[in-house]
Every structure is written in C-alpha cells, then in structure tokens.
C-alpha cells in the first residue's frame, strides 16, 4: 500500500471516509498435518483471468464479487491483468504475474518438497470492492465449496 499522499485528492477522500469493515475473531484454522504433507491452493484479488476467461464486470457497483478458476498449469506469462483499482502501480503485474498470483513460487515450493502439493486450481478474485456483501454471502461460500471438494488444506490468500 502506498502512502496516502501518492494518491489523487479524490481517492484520499475517499479512503478517508470509507467504513472499513472489522472482521472479529478472525477465522482461523490451525494446521492438522505439517505444511509439507498439504494441497495448496492460491486464492488471489488480483482480478487475473485468462485470455479466453470474461473479464470482471467493471459495472458491478461495489465490484463484482465473482471468480475466474485458474487451473495450475497455466503459464503465469498468459495472465490477463483485470484490476479495476487504479490505487495501485500495475506495471510490475504485467512484468510478472507471480508478484499477485505466485503459482511458479507454488510450484517451486512443492518440487522442493515443502509444501505437500499444488491444487488443480486456483481461484482469482477483484480486490478494491467497495460492497463485499454479495462475496460475503454468495461467492465465497461457493469458492470454499470448491476448495473443500479439492480437499485443499492451505489457501494462500494473496490480497492486492
């Protein structure tokens, strides 16, 4: 996150008088078996998509609340970059997409042996949304469903 003053005056207003949802206890699991015996899967607000994937409806007021799979053979150089925030540099995603979206660092740690697996998919959420009711009630119980039927034991959650 940048300091405040490299933002626009409107976005500082807004970021001023946004009510910043408090989430408390924070949901926790403890792990029931070393990290290097666990499925793992990324769960990014990256907004990334692949080329032949719709990309966030930027109509959405609030910001849509839906996902795009990744399946875990994607080439990270093919990702699309759909971020609708513009609070932030985009220039490093396009560099490389691992920097939001670390599959190839998945991937390594897995061939290294720390980590147990990499999961068959991955899902790519939109950050910056202003209304996350609809994630809240809809969207994220149908994400953990699918994380669940995997039997993902680690999400990586990389917000952006």
Known sequence: MGEMSEFSRGLRLVLKAYRWRKIDP???TPLSKPLAQCRVALVSSAG???PE???FDETVRGGDPSFREIPSETPTSILVDTHRSESFDH???SRDANLAFPLDRLRELADSGRVGSVNHRHLSFMGSLTAPGRLVRRTAPEALSALVSDEVDVALLVPV
């Open 26 to 28: 924070v949901p926790w």
């Open 48 to 50: 990334f998509v692949l």
């Open 53 to 55: 994937q719709q990309p």
């Open 91 to 93: 220039r490093g995603l």
